[in-house]
């Protein structure tokens, strides 16, 4: 297994799913493309592909973030380190970034 699968493993395997999903439940919060709360499945599954799509990208600039439907998924690569991850679900933020 490469850095890259190894650490998206970690994130996978530790990132708390269960917790977004009842979270999305209580709070109501539905993705268009399923017509309503996701499936844990469904959750699951969007945030690996966001991973790997932001693995893709980081390569070309060192840094790549994506964003939707409430997670944020960001990598991070250098020649010393390798690839680092950050999964997020995001419920409220705010900042004064212009």
Do not use: C, H
């Amino acid at each position: 297994m490469s850095n890259r699968e190894e650490k998206i493993a970690e994130v996978m395997e530790e990132f708390d799913f269960e917790k977004v999903r009842f979270s999305m439940d209580i709070l109501g919060l539905n993705w268009k493309e399923t017509g309503g709360v996701p499936s844990i499945y469904k959750i699951i599954k969007t945030a690996e592909e966001y991973l790997n799509n932001a693995a893709d990208k980081v390569e070309i600039f060192g840094e790549y973030e994506i964003q939707s439907g409430g997670f944020r998924a960001e990598s991070f690569y250098s020649e010393e380190e390798g690839f680092a991850f950050r999964l997020s679900f995001i419920l409220t933020e705010w900042d004064t970034f212009s």
